[in-house]
């Protein structure tokens, strides 16, 4: 089973810019899909952005397009998310997934079955 870790968040202002990572650990981290989500208070989680096995395949939410970018190094066993332009509204609990079952950038939350603790980002305007 594949452990995921993420790091990076944290509070800026409007404009700024962050990096997530996500670390995997555990049972080959290649040939899976990976993508962010993200959990505001009082909203259900969401999908950000993801990326096939190789990350030659990447999708993102219309909200954070343009602005932010996933990438993996499968040698290193880690996937990062690349924040610039935060708005206050990108406020939110980041969570790092994996699909056991799934190689290609599929975009749908319940094809992720292992998840990270989360990492908390904070946008003041």
């Known amino acids: 089973q594949v452990q995921l870790v993420e790091s990076g968040g944290g509070l800026l202002q409007a404009g700024g810019s962050l990096r997530l990572s996500c670390a995997a650990s555990?049972?080959?981290?290649?040939?899976?899909?990976m993508g962010w989500f993200r959990q505001a208070p009082g909203k259900e989680r969401e999908f950000v952005a993801v990326?096939?096995?190789?990350?030659?395949?990447?999708a993102y939410a219309d909200s954070v397009k343009g602005r932010f970018t996933i990438s993996r190094d499968n040698a290193k066993n880690a996937v990062y998310l690349e924040m610039n332009s935060l708005r206050a509204e990108d406020t939110a609990v980041y969570y790092c997934?994996?699909?056991?079952?799934?190689?290609?950038?599929?975009?749908?939350?319940?094809?992720?079955?292992?998840w990270g603790q989360g990492t908390q980002v904070t946008v003041s305007s």
């Open positions: 997934a994996a699909s056991s079952f799934r190689s290609a950038a599929v975009v749908i939350l319940t094809e992720y079955d292992i």
């Open positions: 555990g049972r080959t981290f290649n040939g899976l899909a």
């Open positions: 990326t096939n096995w190789s990350g030659g395949s990447t």
